[in-house]
């Protein structure tokens, strides 16, 4: 048997959520009773719109980590990357100033003698037609 035994009125008070469910069940009149109900559903909607937002960052943030997963591998491939660029300057050293050559400052800041350096480039664009 139902009893209806609560005649006071919401009056605009929010009510939690156990509060709702003992106005719908125990309410005298309809008018409570509709404002319990309705209470209830805007509760209901405002903690889906809370879950909807937690979704999308728990997606957001899955996404950033995801990112994050491949950091390792591209922090190897540039270590790797970086070896490989080292080597080839060494090769590049070595055949530009290597088996005895002497680097040559272009400033002129270095103790070289200058009759080691080239004075100039002539080039004869008249020796290309012959």
């Not at 309809?30 to 889906?48: H, I, K, N, P, S």
């Amino acid at each position: 048997m139902v009893n209806y035994f609560d005649n006071t009125h919401i009056d605009g008070k929010q009510l939690t959520p156990q509060q709702i469910a003992d106005a719908i069940r125990h309410k005298k009149f309809g008018v409570d009773v509709r404002e319990a109900m309705a209470q209830g559903l805007e509760y209901c909607m405002t903690q889906a719109q809370k879950v909807d937002k937690l979704e999308s960052d728990l997606s957001n943030l899955d996404k950033r980590v995801t990112l994050l997963e491949v950091l390792p591998n591209e922090v190897t491939d540039i270590k790797e990357s970086i070896g490989t660029i080292n080597k080839q300057i060494d090769k590049l050293n070595l055949s530009v100033f290597g088996d005895g050559a002497a680097e040559i400052s272009i400033d002129g800041q270095n103790d070289i003698n200058n009759t080691k350096r080239a004075k100039g480039i002539s080039i004869d664009y008249d020796n290309d037609k012959r």
